[in-house]
């Protein structure tokens, strides 16, 4: 893109002379766009796949299971596309031996999957009361599970809380609106460090608390779809920090001698690129969307409190609105102590990248986390867009996110939680071109972050199967495996990235430009004959090849002119420059 290339000199000096002042060490204007790195991972790096209990279960009321808000929020009408439910899902209660085999083949080092708190505690708590009780048969699953894994060498690395909440917490307390929720999920922990710890050494409390408190309590379009704009995603991520720091030390003074694992916490963001590195307005924008995004949970895990640029906003807006205090809660100085350094490991989700600009909100506007930042995403439409709608395909992003993380945070030890595409078609071609594409060149800018100083220790592709993706229901699949829903027995077809991944996973990296390219060649060799046990094994009744119809164009329309109109603008004024500098060179 043309405004994006380097412009007059005088210009880039100005933008660094700038951006000094903008925080951190981050190097805003330092743009490498480079080729494709062979090379290979340190020894030892370690790669799996990842899950989560509501999206690939299912039993959703078998064995003395409790109910979960994804339980009650997907089975009302309308909040799910096509109102489907996680009821059964991939059925992975009843076929994670089949699963594990899958796994052993592509060789993975590692697993991630989530417990599901009402599946061992089914109303949320463990008291004398007869009705709070262990449910020792979701106990018993989870130990098959791990030991399963254990016995072939695949590390479990467990996630407590992925988004499916007890019920009756939810109905008794509010949820994570309530402080209440910390001694609930410390509890909660507690008891999954006694049964599973002695086999478990790598903990996650909590998965994406960004989209626990946005998507759950400030838009409504998660569970418990609660619409509290403006205060209630604050609330939410404030007793879910608390509630992660809690565990951390629970863990540090009560097991970690015994058991020797790791606590960590895996935070999802995107990328924010300022439209335009030389201006100082889009480059704190950017910088905003990140604090306001991963700085919101990291800063006060690595700092002890918010991101200033977040108190100064939403205090100053609060203010505005005429409200006694900021939307946004306070931490004492006991509580930032207690918070500051309750990482081990930080576990890092990523998908894509927006680019950011300066965009005021009215105060008349209303309460809103997103007003909050006066900022405004763009995207470039010529980005690969093969999947969820919000999902383009950046990698360069990647590496710029976690150079980020590595200056900002005191360059922690990392592990990349989540990374993958989707595809929008409910009939999947299992050759999948453009998972393979994604996932060479989002790990070839991994690993230019690992050449770069940046401390990762794994990786792990998003996701195992094609599963529940949450409000839109089956309609997106992330899997690296197909799974045939419409089939009672669900069975998994491998799409030709397992192939690739694995070439990726054997060769623990990219080994050479010849071996590399004849990797997609071979994948692809196999995709085809899966394809037609695909179509042999499928029902009468199974959809047929129907394609989405999506409008990435007409939808960012609006988006696009706000970045064009402004760079023809620019690149006018570059040029007119550079022509008349021309003029009075020739005149001398
Ligand atoms: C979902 O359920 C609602 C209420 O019963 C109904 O109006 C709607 O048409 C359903 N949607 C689909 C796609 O079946
Ligand atoms: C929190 O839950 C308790 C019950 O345990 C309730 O009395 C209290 O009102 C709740 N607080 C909020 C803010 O909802």
């Given at each position: 893109?043309?405004?994006?290339?380097?412009?007059?000199?005088?210009?880039?000096?100005?933008?660094?002379?700038?951006?000094?002042?903008?925080?951190?060490?981050?190097?805003?204007?330092?743009?490498?766009?480079?080729?494709?790195?062979?090379?290979?991972?340190?020894?030892?790096?370690?790669?799996?796949?990842?899950?989560?209990?509501?999206?690939?279960?299912?039993?959703?009321?078998?064995?003395?299971?409790?109910?979960?808000?994804?339980?009650?929020?997907?089975?009302?009408?309308?909040?799910?596309?096509?109102?489907?439910?996680?009821?059964?899902?991939?059925?992975?209660?009843?076929?994670?031996?089949?699963?594990?085999?899958?796994?052993?083949?592509?060789?993975?080092?590692?697993?991630?999957?989530?417990?599901?708190?009402?599946?061992?505690?089914?109303?949320?708590?463990?008291?004398?009361?007869?009705?709070?009780?262990?449910?020792?048969?979701?106990?018993r699953y989870y130990n098959d599970l791990i030991n399963m894994l254990l016995d072939n060498k695949i590390t479990p690395v467990v996630t407590l809380y992925h988004w499916d909440l007890p019920q009756v917490l939810q109905e008794k307390h509010g949820g994570w609106q309530n402080a209440s929720m910390v001694s609930y999920f410390?509890?909660?922990?507690?008891?999954?460090?006694?049964?599973?710890?002695?086999?478990?050494?790598?903990?996650?409390?909590?998965?994406?608390?960004?989209?626990?408190?946005?998507?759950?309590?400030?838009?409504?379009?998660?569970?418990?779809?609660?619409?509290?704009?403006?205060?209630?995603?604050?609330?939410?991520?404030?007793?879910?920090?608390?509630?992660?720091?809690?565990?951390?030390?629970?863990?540090?003074?009560?097991?970690?001698?015994?058991?020797?694992?790791?606590?960590?916490?895996?935070?999802?963001?995107?990328?924010?690129?300022?439209?335009?590195?030389?201006?100082?307005?889009?480059?704190?924008?950017?910088?905003?969307?990140?604090?306001?995004?991963?700085?919101?949970?990291?800063?006060?895990?690595?700092?002890?409190?918010?991101?200033?640029?977040?108190?100064?906003?939403?205090?100053?807006?609060?203010?505005?609105?005429?409200?006694?205090?900021?939307?946004?809660?306070?931490?004492?100085?006991?509580?930032?102590?207690?918070?500051?350094?309750?990482?081990?490991?930080?576990?890092?989700?990523?998908?894509?990248?927006?680019?950011?600009?300066?965009?005021?909100?009215?105060?008349?506007?209303?309460?809103?986390?997103?007003?909050?930042?006066?900022?405004?995403?763009?995207?470039?439409?010529?980005?690969?867009?093969?999947?969820?709608?919000?999902?383009?395909?950046?990698?360069?992003?990647?590496?710029?996110?976690?150079?980020?993380?590595?200056?900002?945070?005191?360059?922690?030890?990392?592990?990349?939680?989540?990374?993958?595409?989707?595809?929008?078609?409910?009939?999947?071609?299992?050759?999948?071109?453009?998972?393979?594409?994604?996932?060479?060149?989002y790990i070839n800018e991994m690993l230019k972050a690992v050449k770069d100083g940046v401390n990762v220790k794994g990786y792990t592709a998003w996701s195992l199967l094609d599963s529940f993706e949450w409000d839109e229901g089956f309609s997106e699949r992330f899997g690296l495996y197909f799974v045939d829903f419409s089939n009672?027995?669900?069975?998994?077809?491998?799409?030709?990235?397992?192939?690739?991944?694995?070439?990726?996973?054997?060769?623990?990296?990219?080994?050479?430009?010849?071996?590399?390219?004849?990797?997609?060649?071979?994948?692809?060799?196999?995709?085809?004959?899966?394809?037609?046990?695909?179509?042999?094994?499928?029902?009468?009744?199974?959809?047929?090849?129907?394609?989405?119809?999506?409008?990435?164009?007409?939808?960012?329309?609006?988006?696009?002119?706000?970045?064009?109109?402004?760079?023809?603008?620019?690149?006018?004024?570059?040029?007119?420059?550079?022509?008349?500098?021309?003029?009075?060179?020739?005149?001398?």
């Amino acid at each position: 893109m043309i405004w994006r290339q380097r412009p007059l000199r005088t210009v880039h000096l100005l933008a660094l002379a700038l951006c000094v002042s903008a925080g951190g060490d981050f190097d805003w204007t330092k743009q490498e766009k480079t080729s494709f790195y062979y090379g290979t991972f340190p020894t030892g790096f370690s790669w799996g796949v990842g899950s989560s209990a509501y999206q690939t279960e299912g039993a959703w009321n078998t064995d003395g299971k409790g109910m979960s808000i994804w339980d009650v929020f997907a089975h009302k009408k309308g909040k799910i596309s096509s109102n489907e439910t996680g009821d059964s899902s991939c059925e992975g209660y009843y076929k994670f031996k089949d699963d594990i085999n899958l796994m052993k083949e592509m060789k993975l080092n590692h697993y991630r999957f989530s417990i599901s708190w009402p599946r061992i505690l089914p109303s949320g708590s463990k008291s004398k009361n007869k009705r709070e009780h262990i449910n020792e048969k979701g106990i018993r699953y989870y130990n098959d599970l791990i030991n399963m894994l254990l016995d072939n060498k695949i590390t479990p690395v467990v996630t407590l809380y992925h988004w499916d909440l007890p019920q009756v917490l939810q109905e008794k307390h509010g949820g994570w609106q309530n402080a209440s929720m910390v001694s609930y999920f410390n509890d909660f922990a507690s008891l999954c460090f006694e049964r599973f710890g002695n086999r478990v050494k790598h903990w996650i409390t909590f998965n994406n608390p960004w989209s626990i408190a946005v998507e759950g309590y400030e838009t409504g379009e998660h569970a418990p779809g609660l619409k509290l704009r403006g205060s209630g995603a604050y609330k939410a991520a404030h007793h879910i920090i608390k509630a992660h720091a809690k565990v951390w030390h629970t863990y540090d003074t009560k097991w970690r001698s015994k058991q020797k694992g790791l606590i960590g916490i895996s935070l999802t963001a995107d990328w924010g690129e300022p439209v335009d590195v030389s201006n100082q307005r889009d480059i704190e924008a950017a910088e905003r969307y990140i604090h306001f995004y991963l700085g919101w949970f990291a800063s006060p895990l690595f700092h002890g409190d918010y991101p200033q640029v977040m108190k100064e906003y939403i205090g100053r807006k609060s203010g505005q609105q005429g409200l006694g205090a900021s939307r946004l809660p306070v931490f004492s100085p006991q509580e930032k102590s207690y918070i500051r350094g309750t990482v081990d490991f930080l576990g890092l989700g990523h998908y894509t990248t927006r680019y950011v600009t300066q965009k005021n909100y009215p105060s008349g506007f209303g309460d809103s986390y997103f007003a909050d930042r006066d900022l405004a995403e763009l995207v470039d439409p010529q980005w690969p867009d093969p999947g969820s709608e919000w999902l383009y395909s950046v990698p360069w992003g990647f590496r710029r996110l976690l150079n980020f993380v590595k200056t900002q945070y005191g360059n922690p030890m990392m592990y990349v939680t989540e990374n993958g595409v989707s595809e929008k078609r409910l009939c999947t071609d299992l050759c999948d071109d453009w998972r393979m594409q994604y996932l060479r060149e989002y790990i070839n800018e991994m690993l230019k972050a690992v050449k770069d100083g940046v401390n990762v220790k794994g990786y792990t592709a998003w996701s195992l199967l094609d599963s529940f993706e949450w409000d839109e229901g089956f309609s997106e699949r992330f899997g690296l495996y197909f799974v045939d829903f419409s089939n009672k027995n669900k069975p998994r077809y491998p799409k030709a990235s397992v192939q690739f991944y694995k070439r990726i996973i054997s060769s623990n990296g990219f080994p050479n430009q010849r071996e590399v390219e004849s990797w997609k060649r071979k994948a692809v060799e196999t995709c085809s004959s899966s394809n037609q046990l695909l179509a042999a094994g499928q029902s009468g009744d199974a959809e047929g090849c129907v394609w989405f119809v999506a409008d990435p164009l007409i939808g960012h329309m609006e988006m696009v002119t706000e970045i064009v109109v402004p760079t023809v603008c620019t690149l006018c004024i570059l040029l007119s420059a550079v022509f008349f500098m021309f003029l009075l060179r020739r005149r001398l």
